[in-house]
């Protein structure tokens, strides 16, 4: 009868956690950090983007610009 209920918990508690990771997946906003923008965001959008979150410095932001700007 232990043997049971140990399995009994096991299956809620594995239900659980599958519903939960199932929701959160299928989810909106669980995607949202994934992508930089909407899908119309220019690359120098995009950079300024990463820039503002500090992810890149201003120094490789100056030169990614440029790039993208064409003047090489």
Same mark, same amino acid.
């Given at each position: 009868? %232990? @043997? =049971?209920?140990? &399995?009994? $918990?096991? #299956? @809620?508690? &594995? &239900?659980?956690?599958l519903f =939960?990771? !199932? $929701?959160?997946? *299928? !989810?909106? +906003? !669980? !995607?949202?950090? &994934?992508?930089? *923008?909407? =899908? *119309?965001?220019?690359?120098?959008? =995009? #950079? /300024?983007?990463? %820039?503002? /979150? *500090? +992810?890149?410095?201003? +120094? +490789?932001?100056?030169?990614?610009l440029k #790039?993208l700007q064409?003047? /090489?």
């Amino acid at each position: 009868m %232990f @043997i =049971v209920m140990i &399995a009994f $918990w096991f #299956l @809620i508690a &594995a &239900a659980i956690i599958l519903f =939960v990771r !199932h $929701w959160s997946h *299928g !989810h909106p +906003e !669980h !995607h949202a950090h &994934a992508m930089p *923008g909407p =899908v *119309g965001d220019s690359p120098i959008d =995009v #950079l /300024k983007m990463r %820039f503002a /979150k *500090g +992810e890149v410095d201003e +120094e +490789e932001f100056s030169k990614r610009l440029k #790039l993208l700007q064409g003047d /090489k």
